[in-house]
């Protein structure tokens, strides 16, 4: 139980840094949302958790590949931004970013990597 407290803090100590980071710095605060630390901490974890290397090895490769279908809301975020509030732009991106994965996911098939 204690290890799995101390992966909540250190997980939630690096958002917190980063939105703090964000407060001060516009590119600070997004270069370090843009760095995969939340990914490079859960390949930790599981290391430290004796996990099988193909299990690893797993986790960064769905990783990059859901990464890709999420881009097209960090150009949809700002442009709605002023046109629909925070709320409804966040829903939106969110449609978008669902969207987006389905048609990736439908496309990749294709080639034999299967996302869902």
Known sequence: MAWVATKYLITAALVV???EAAKRSD???GLM???????ILTLIWLYLENQPEAKIANHAW???WY???TLPMFLAFPMLLSRLG?????LACAALSIVC????????????????
């Open 33 to 39: 949302a843009a760095l995969p630390l939340v990914t």
């Open 101 to 116: 994965f389905v048609l990736f996911s439908w496309v990749l098939r294709r080639y034999g990597i299967e996302l869902m």
């Open 17 to 19: 840094l980063i939105s």
């Open 27 to 29: 590119k600070l605060g």
């Open 67 to 69: 990464v890709i279908p």
């Open 86 to 90: 925070f709320w409804l732009t966040l």
């Open 62 to 64: 769905y990783t990059f």
